[in-house]
C-alpha cells in the first residue's frame, strides 16, 4: 500500500529543500520513513500547537496547509518550509488529491466541520487526523468512519494523552494491579471559558459546550484508565443562561459512569471552573494525576495518597503531539490500526449523546 | 433553668473528688461552668475517642458511664475519676434521672440504638449529645428532637467536623468569597471495612453501609462547605454481595446533589478504599482539604490548585471532640442551640434516605 521508494525519495527531497529554508529543524530530523501532513484550519490549535510540533517528530513532515486566510498561511508556509503550491483554500481543498507531498490531512477546524472535511479528504486519498471531538453526533462518526474505510485511509482522532508519559505510565499502573482492583474513577476537567464570541460557545459550530471541549478529557481518561466501556449513564447540566458566554451550550455538566465490573466513574466538565484531574481508586491504593490532561507540568502519584510521586518514563515522542504525529505514520506504514482510531472517537461521542440525552430527561441512560 | 449554684458546687466537689484520683486533668481544668457526661457504649468510640477527651476540655467532666459490661465499666471508672455509683447499664438507664452528676448523655451505641437512649435520656431529664448517623431513619429523628423539645432537653449530634480547625477555616474562606462564587463541591469518603462480624456491617445495627458511617461525612460537608441544602439527588450504588463483609450493607454509593445556587455536589462513599477528601471549586479558585475529616493530620489548601496551604487558627477547642463536648455545654448554659442540633442530623438522615432510594430506583428523587 505504501510506496516506499517514492516515500523515501519525497522525504529526501524534502529535506534537502527544507534545508535551506527556516524551519528545517523539523525535516533534518526526519528517517526515511516520514509522511507529509497537510494541517486544515490554522486557528489556535491547529497553527499554535501543532505547525510547531513538526520540530519535534521523528516520521512526520508539515508539507501542506488549508486555510481561508490566503496572506496567514503564506507567512506560515514561509516560516516552516512549506511550498506555497501546497497551500489550499476550502474552496480548492479537494484538489489536495493530487498532491504526492501530502499523505495525510490533520484535521483542526471547528467541531461541526471535522465529518465534512474528514470525509473530502478520505475521498481525496489521503489518510485523515482528526481533532477531538471526533463530531458533533455518532451519525457524523460513523460517516467518517465509512468514508475512510471505503478509500482504505487510516482514520485518527487527535487523543493526544494517549501519547503522554504522565498518563501512560498511570495506564501501565493501573493495569499492573499496583491499587489492586479498581474501584472509583473520578476526573475533573473544566477551565474558565472566557470571550463569548468564540466558536466554541456556539452550538452550531462546537456541537455542545464545555463537555465537547474539556469535559471530553475525563470521559477519555475514564475510559482508558479503567480499560472499560460504560454501560449507563446519569448527568446533571447546571449552566447560567444568562451569562453572554453560555447562550448556546452548557457550563457544567457532571456525569456518573458505570462500568461493568463495578467500577463508578464520576465525572465532571465545566467551562467556570479550572481543574484538571484524574483519580483511579483501587482497594489498595490509587493512583492520581494533576495536572492530568494539560499541555504540560503533568504530575502523577501511585500509593495511599500524594505521598509518592512518579517520574514516568519518557513516552514515544520528543512530546505528546510528536508521539502522537508519529503513531499514526507508523500505523500507515505497518498498516496497522492506530491506538485511538475514528472508533475510540466514535464510543466518546455516543456515551456524549447519552450523556446529553440523561441530563435532559434527568434519568439514567443505559448504553448498548 | 440552670441552678449555677447548684452546678458550681457540684464542679467544685467533682473536682476536689478528682484531685485524688487519676483523669484528674480534666476536672482540674473546669471552670465553673462545667456540666457532667456520661458516656452510654464503651465501645471502640465511645471509650477510644470519646472518653480521654474529656482531659481536654474546658466545661465537660466524665461523670457517668453505661455499659452492658459491669467489669470493663469500673475499670474504665476506676481510670477516669467517676464514682462506681455513677455507673449504669441498659436496664437500670432510666435511674439515671435521678443522678444530679449527669447532666448530659452522650449517646456513643450503634445507630439503631441512638433513637431509644436519646428519648430514654430526655425522659429522664438529661441533655443529649448523640453519635452520627443521628438514627437510621428520618422519623426516628423526629421522634428524638419531639422528645428532647417535649423534655426541654437540648439535643446536639456528634459532628465533630464542625469543631475542627481545618474545615472550620474552609468554611470561614468559601462564605468570605475567596474562591468566589462557588460552582462544584465534591467529597469522596471511604476506607477498608475489615471485620465482617463488625455491627456496622450488620443492617439491623447499622441502618445501612458505608453512607451510614463515613460517607455521611461527605454528606455534611456538601452541606456545610456550600452553605446549602440540596433540592435533588441521584446515586449509585455498587457492591460486591458476594464479599462477606456486605451481604447485608452497602460498600459504594455514590450520589450527585442539586443545590438551589446551581452548585452540583458529587460525592463518594465507600467501604473499599481509603479517602477522606473535600474540595469545593469556584469561579475564582478552590478549597481543598486531604485528609479532610479525620482524628487529626488536616490539611487545607486555597488558591488555583495547591500552592498554598494553609494554616488555620486553632479551633474552638484544645481538640476537635473537646470542642464539640464543651460546645454543648455552653450551649445548655447559655440556652441557645447547639450549631449541630438535631435538626441537623435529621437533615442528612432525610437526604440519605433519598440517596437509598434514588440507588435503587435509578433514578434522581427530589427533596422538598
Not at 222 to 240: F, K, L
Request: aromatic content about 8%; proline content about 5%; charged content about 25%.
Amino acid at each position: 500500500m505504501i510506496d516506499f521508494t517514492r516515500r523515501d525519495m519525497i522525504a529526501a527531497a524534502g529535506g534537502i529543500a527544507a534545508l535551506a529554508l527556516p524551519g528545517a529543524t523539523a525535516c533534518a530530523r526526519a528517517d526515511s520513513r516520514t509522511l507529509g501532513y497537510a494541517v486544515v484550519g490554522l486557528g489556535g490549535y491547529g497553527l499554535g500547537r501543532i505547525v510547531p510540533e513538526f520540530a519535534n517528530c521523528a516520521h512526520s513532515r508539515l508539507t501542506g496547509l488549508v486555510s481561508g486566510d490566503r496572506a496567514k498561511a503564506e507567512r506560515v508556509a514561509a516560516e516552516h518550509g512549506v511550498p506555497t503550491r501546497n497551500i489550499y483554500d476550502y474552496a480548492n481543498f479537494d484538489s489536495i488529491a493530487d498532491n504526492p507531498n501530502i499523505d495525510i490531512v490533520y484535521v483542526c477546524l471547528p467541531n461541526s466541520m471535522h465529518a465534512e472535511y474528514t470525509i473530502r479528504a478520505a475521498k481525496a486519498g489521503k489518510h485523515v487526523m482528526c481533532e477531538k471531538p471526533m463530531a458533533i453526533s455518532s451519525a457524523e462518526c460513523e460517516a467518517m468512519i465509512a468514508a475512510c474505510k471505503a478509500a482504505d485511509r487510516k482514520l485518527m482522532i487527535g487523543y493526544r494523552c494517549h501519547f503522554e508519559a504522565t498518563n501512560l505510565e498511570a495506564m501501565r499502573r493501573a493495569r499492573a494491579g499496583e491499587i489492586g482492583t479498581p474501584r472509583y474513577f473520578r476526573s475533573e476537567h473544566g477551565f474558565v471559558q472566557g470571550d463569548p464570541t468564540k466558536w466554541r460557545l456556539k452550538k452550531a459550530l462546537a456541537g455542545g459546550g464545555s463537555l465537547m471541549d474539556i469535559g471530553i478529557y475525563a470521559l477519555n481518561a475514564a475510559r482508558y484508565m479503567t480499560g472499560e466501556e460504560p454501560i449507563a449513564v446519569y448527568a446533571h447540566e447546571q449552566t447560567d443562561r444568562s451569562d453572554p458566554r453560555f447562550h448556546e451550550v452548557e457550563d457544567m455538566i457532571e456525569f456518573q459512569l458505570e462500568f461493568p465490573s463495578g467500577v463508578i466513574g464520576s465525572c465532571m466538565s465545566m467551562y467556570s471552573a479550572n481543574q484538571s484531574h484524574i483519580l483511579l481508586m483501587g482497594d489498595k491504593g490509587r493512583i492520581e494525576l494533576e495536572p492530568a490532561t494539560g499541555y504540560s507540568g503533568h504530575r502523577l502519584w501511585v500509593g495511599r495518597g500524594r505521598e509518592t510521586e512518579i517520574t514516568p518514563p519518557p513516552g514515544p515522542g520528543k512530546t505528546q503531539w510528536a508521539g502522537q504525529l508519529d503513531h499514526l505514520v507508523q500505523c500507515i506504514v505497518e498498516d496497522r490500526e492506530p491506538i485511538v482510531s475514528g472508533t475510540e472517537g466514535l464510543r466518546d461521542l455516543r456515551i456524549i449523546e447519552a450523556i446529553y440525552r440523561s441530563a435532559k430527561e434527568r434519568a439514567r441512560v443505559g448504553l448498548a
